[in-house]
Nanobody, 128 residues
Framework: QVQLIESGGGLVQAGDSLRLSCVAS????????LGWFRRPPGKEREFVAA?????????????VPGRFTISRDDASRADAKNTVYLQMNSPKPEDTAVYYC????????????????WGQGTQVTVSS
């Protein structure tokens, strides 16, 4: 079992920046991918970005080209926290959504069904 807790959401003005965090606990996550999805109001859930905990390989969705960056704590450090971040630069009103953190074992991709564990979500609202 992997527990995921997101934080960092809130109200932000277009053009500012915001960083979301997701802390993973429970099982060791060395073989997991941690990803971010979002559900805009009235729309389907969509993939944002994902990163493998071991190796730090990343993948991004088409909806946020170049504006968002996913990263994780340095897994080689003894004091590393199991935390993944989503840096949102120059957000736009269309980035308004509930953002979810998710974990998938040995999978780096965009399919929500492949992610076994989900956080409760954090609301991000971007004002114009």
């Amino acid at each position: 079992q992997v527990q995921l807790i997101e934080s960092g959401g809130g109200l932000v003005q277009a053009g500012d920046s915001l960083r979301l965090s997701c802390v993973a606990s429970g099982r060791t996550i060395s073989t997991y991918t941690l990803g971010w999805f979002r559900r805009p109001p009235g729309k389907e859930r969509e993939f944002v970005a994902a990163i493998t905990w071991s190796g730090g390989n990343t993948m991004y969705g088409n909806s946020v080209p170049g504006r968002f960056t996913i990263s994780r704590d340095d897994a080689s450090r003894a004091d590393a926290k199991n935390t993944v971040y989503l840096q949102m630069n120059s957000p736009k009103p269309e980035d308004t959504a509930v953002y979810y953190c998710a974990a998938a074992k040995e999978y780096l991709g965009i399919r929500p069904a492949a992610y076994d564990y989900w956080g409760q979500g954090t609301q991000v609202t971007v004002s114009s």
